[in-house]
């Protein structure tokens, strides 16, 4: 299952270079879409699933849930840092990996859902395996996530000059990893796939409405791309097969 796109060139745009969008400095409930005060929310009978890309930011987690109460609690993940992933998603976006990282620090988000949730964020994250992760996590508010799930990627992280890149928009204390915005990951992306588009945007806008041009650049990327082992990390449901 996967929510649609925009219909219009500009706002398939925004979803690709705004990436991994906006999302409160603190926990928020989300209610029939509408991100409200955490308040009162009921975590009994939930999964506590960590999020470093989109899916820490209302309006991604609206799309997937626009009806019903889903809570997001902050905190902060030691020893890892959030990367950029070797591949682009549907929507042209350049998501994210979590990379052990000894003596970083990340701040993340934690999902926190239903059995019903957790079969629907099962379906829109078809590229990633889910699992228990075993690292420390110091909770800002609301219960601690324990047992703590992550959906993770075997692919690669990606490799600019030789290096994992970090997400500006989720930087690490203790990580010396270069951080880059998503629109200049996207800028190196298509310097490395040599494309003949005339600009960013029309190399976006041809790279989502192909997938086969999609594939064909994630099999480039994985070419150049880091191992990405991460310590502590159980896959309890894998990834789908690539046909």
Same mark, same amino acid.
């Given at each position: ?72 609690? =902050?905190?902060? &993940?030691?020893?890892? @840092? !959030?990367?950029? +992933? /070797? $591949?682009?998603? *549907?929507?042209?976006?350049? #998501?994210? %990996? ?58 690669? =992280?990606?490799? &600019?000059?030789?290096? @994992? !890149?970090?997400? +500006? /928009? $989720?930087?690490? *204390?203790?990580?010396?990893? #270069?951080? %880059? ?63």
């Amino acid at each position: 299952m996967t929510w649609p796109l925009p219909e219009t060139p500009a706002e398939r745009l925004r979803l690709a270079l705004g990436y991994p969008y906006e999302a409160p400095e603190a926990g928020y409930l989300l209610r029939d879409g509408r991100p409200l005060p955490l308040g009162g929310a009921d975590f009994s009978g939930r999964v506590a699933v960590l999020a470093h890309g989109s899916n820490r930011a209302p309006e991604q987690l609206a799309r997937k849930f626009p009806q019903g109460e889903l809570p997001v609690t =902050c905190g902060w &993940l030691q020893d890892h @840092a !959030v990367v950029y +992933a /070797a $591949r682009l998603s *549907r929507y042209g976006a350049c #998501p994210s %990996l979590l990379r052990h990282s000894p003596g970083a620090a990340v701040r993340l988000s934690v999902t926190w859902l239903t059995p019903a949730q957790l079969q629907v964020m099962h379906a829109t994250e078809g590229a990633y395996a889910f699992g228990r992760l075993e690292a420390r996590f110091e909770s800002e508010e609301g219960p601690p996530p324990a047992p703590l799930h992550l959906y993770h990627s075997e692919a690669g =992280c990606l490799a &600019l000059n030789g290096a @994992a !890149v970090a997400l +500006a /928009a $989720r930087p690490a *204390r203790g990580c010396d990893l #270069p951080a %880059l915005a998503q629109q200049a990951v996207l800028e190196a992306i298509r310097g490395l796939a040599a494309a003949d588009a005339a600009s960013l945007e029309a190399f976006l806008l041809a790279t989502i409405d192909d997938a086969a041009r999609r594939e064909a650049l994630a099999a480039a990327l994985a070419a150049t791309a880091l191992p990405n082992p991460l310590p502590g990390f159980r896959a309890l449901v894998p990834a789908p097969a690539r046909g």
